[in-house]
């Protein structure tokens, strides 16, 4: 390789290092915005579901959400997940977070990796993404595995 040269794998980690900020700050600008992000509505509180955990739907069941993803939504395509949960120090709501997420989707680039603790470090946010599904169904995959792992510590996904 020439002086100055970078190997294909730097490349790669740098473009997928840009894509992954690009997505993020793109979502947050929309957010922001109180507009739409692949084709779901803006994020707010939705619904309370069993226990304490804020779910991310303004729908009543899966069926109602697989209808509407399907005419909004095409696949394959690129998506992030969330969650927030009690924080216990060790990283292991991160850990269960994203073991959920590959479990479905496979392996996940490390720089498509994020964890921020809240301010008085009660809750950590964990943040993986843009991964690539596959259909609809997957995704609704990915939901029940987060809310299986995350277990009590979990207060909201989406």
């Not at 002086?3 to 947050?28: D, E, I, K, M, N």
């Not at 507009?35 to 707010?44: K, N, R, S, T, V």
């Amino acid at each position: 390789m020439r002086a100055g040269a970078t190997s294909p794998a730097v490349r790669s980690g740098a473009f997928l290092r840009q894509s992954c900020a690009t997505q993020q700050r793109r979502q947050l600008h929309v957010r922001a915005a109180g507009g739409e992000q692949d084709g779901q509505p803006a994020a707010g509180p939705g619904p309370q579901s069993s226990g304490p955990v804020r779910e991310f739907s303004a729908y009543t069941s899966v069926d109602e959400w697989k209808k509407l993803d399907s005419k909004v939504n095409t696949y394959p395509c690129t998506r992030s997940f969330q969650a927030i949960g009690v924080s216990d120090g060790t990283g292991a709501f991160k850990a269960d977070i994203l073991g959920a997420v590959q479990s479905v989707v496979g392996q996940v680039h490390v720089e498509c990796i994020n964890e921020r603790p809240s301010s008085g470090g009660k809750y950590t946010a964990v943040r993986i993404g843009p991964v690539h599904v596959q259909s609809g169904d997957q995704v609704v995959e990915i939901f029940a595995r987060i809310k299986e792992a995350g277990g009590s510590r979990l207060k909201w996904y989406m």
